[in-house]
Structures are given as structure tokens and as C-alpha cells.
């Protein structure tokens, strides 16, 4: 069984790792989009 | 539904069934006669590369998309499907690695089905470099395209190099006449193939979504403008949405 854990381990924790940094890479996308926004009532 | 809620509502169901896949392939599922415990790979590997597969298909149609419309959002879904193509082919090479060492005897074997998807990861792995070669946003899709197409061209030549070559890698399991895969092993590989495909399906419009946003945070919008503009030449639309909305 350990060929077995080792290939759902190696599955799971690369989807997980990839996974929290794409999360991760959305926000700090987002959260500069926002920066460069204007506030409300002035031109960019 | 949004994108956003669209990508949570996969991410959510995605996870939910693979849970039950996990359960499934390790604890409910009994050995195999022929593979013993090493059969309960075959919950995970053909899954992993039918989501490499998706990955590349959406790519290409993405990238042709971009080559006729010159929207740029399309570049955007082609980034991210070649991307998550590069996560799931890498592994369908490790899940097979890992099931070939107790049943070949073997960690790797220049076989044509292994060989071809080594080919179809360093192609992906190529489109990821060409996309952060300097240049602007048109020649960053467009060199992606290239090289995307050509991952695509590897995707059946992957699929059918065990008819066409003599292989050591098994043949189809699934389409085939006389199956050699029936009952709760079929339904429970058959279940990580949706699970897969919605944790895929979640990925892409949340890496789509962060193209996009990297885009407009570093060209301030300039690319979406010039989208904008070509597709009203061409008689085409194209829309700009706000981090949140879409």
C-alpha cells in the first residue's frame, strides 16, 4: 500500500499546494486592480 | 451565475466528489485479481491525463479563438488551460511512475505513450515560458498559440500511440468492446473523472480570471481597450468587468 498513499498523497498534495497558490495569486491580482482604480467621482 | 460563484460551486462539488472517490478507492473497493492493491491507481492516474487532455483542448480552442477574433480574453482562457494541463500532465507521469515501479519493475520507461506525454509537458511548459517572454500583450498570445497548437497536435498521438506502436503501457481501458473494467472499480474511476473535471473546471475560470486582472493591473486596462476596439472593427463585442463581478 505504500506505492499507493505515496501516488494519492503526491495527487492531492500537489492540487492542494497549486491550488492555494492560484487562490492566492487571484487576490493579490484583484487587490491591485482595485489600487489602480480611481476613487469614486474622480477621473482616472 | 457568475464566474466567480460558477468556479466556487465546481470548486465545492469537485472536492465533495473526490472525497467520495478517496473512500471508494482506498477503503470500499476490494484488490484486483491481476493488480492487487496497485489497481487503486486507476482512480487517480486516467483521470489526471483526461484533465491534462481538457487543459490542452480548451487551450487550442481558445487559441484559435484569439487567432480569428483578436479578443483578448481568449488569451487569458488559453493561459490557463495550458497551465492546469501542465499541473495534470506532470501527474499522469508521477501516479504512473509511482504505479509502473511495483508492477514493471521500473520508475520510467521510454515507451511511446510515456514518451509523448513527456512531450506534451515540456510543450506546455514551453507555452508557459513563451507567455512571460517580453514583448507586448498581442505577441505574448500569439507565440502562446503557437506552441499551444503543437501541444495540441501531441494530445492524439498520445491517445492512440498504444494502437499505432507497440507498447508497454496497457491499452484502452474504457473504449473498448471487451472491457476488462465492470462494476464498482468502473463507477468509481468513472467518478474521479467528473471530480477531476470539476476541480478542473473551478481552476480555469479562477486562473482565466487572474489573467485577466494581471493584465489590467500592469497595462492599466490597455489590452482589454485594444480588445475592445479590434472586436468592433470586426463586428465582434467584448465586455470589461470588475475584480468580484466576474
Known amino acids: 500500500m505504500g506505492y499507493v498513499a505515496a501516488g494519492y498523497l503526491a495527487v492531492f498534495g500537489t492540487l492542494g499546494a497549486y491550488t492555494g497558490w492560484a487562490i492566492t495569486k487571484s487576490r493579490r491580482a484583484a487587490a491591485q486592480v482595485l489600487a489602480s482604480q480611481p476613487p469614486p467621482g474622480e477621473e482616472r | 451565475m457568475n464566474s466567480q460563484i460558477a468556479s466556487r460551486v465546481c470548486a465545492v462539488l469537485g472536492v465533495v466528489v473526490l472525497g ?14 491481476v493488480q492487487g492493491e496497485y489497481v487503486r491507481m486507476i482512480y487517480l492516474h486516467p483521470a489526471t491525463a483526461w484533465t491534462a487532455y481538457s487543459g490542452v483542448g480548451v487551450a487550442a480552442f481558445a487559441s484559435i479563438a484569439w487567432l480569428r477574433t483578436r479578443k483578448i480574453s481568449w488569451d487569458h482562457l488559453a493561459g490557463a488551460g495550458i497551465e492546469i494541463s501542465a499541473v495534470f500532465t506532470f501527474l499522469a507521469l508521477v501516479t504512473g511512475s509511482i504505479w509502473g515501479r511495483p508492477t514493471w519493475n521500473s520508475w520510467w520507461q521510454w515507451d511511446p505513450r510515456i514518451t509523448s506525454t513527456t512531450l506534451l509537458f515540456f510543450l506546455s511548459i514551453g507555452a508557459l515560458t513563451v507567455r512571460r517572454l517580453d514583448g507586448t500583450i498581442e505577441q505574448r498570445a500569439r507565440r502562446s498559440a503557437v506552441v499551444v497548437l503543437l501541444a495540441a497536435v501531441n494530445v492524439p498521438i498520445i491517445h492512440f500511440s498504444v494502437d499505432w506502436w507497440r507498447s508497454l503501457h496497457q491499452g484502452r481501458t474504457l473504449a473498448r468492446v471487451d472491457r476488462t473494467i465492470s462494476g464498482l472499480q468502473l463507477s468509481t474511476m468513472l467518478l474521479s473523472i467528473v471530480g477531476f473535471t470539476l476541480v478542473f473546471s473551478a481552476l480555469l475560470i479562477l486562473r482565466a480570471r487572474t489573467n485577466r486582472w494581471e493584465d489590467e493591473a500592469a497595462h492599466g486596462g490597455l489590452g482589454e481597450a485594444v480588445s475592445m476596439r479590434r472586436a468592433e472593427a470586426t463586428g465582434g463585442s467584448a465586455t470589461v468587468a470588475q475584480p468580484g463581478t466576474v
Do not use: A, E, H, S
Not at chain 2, 467520495?20 to 485479481?33: A, K, Q, S
Open chain 2, 20 to 33: 467520495v472517490v478517496v473512500v471508494l478507492g482506498l477503503f470500499v473497493t476490494g484488490p484486483d485479481v
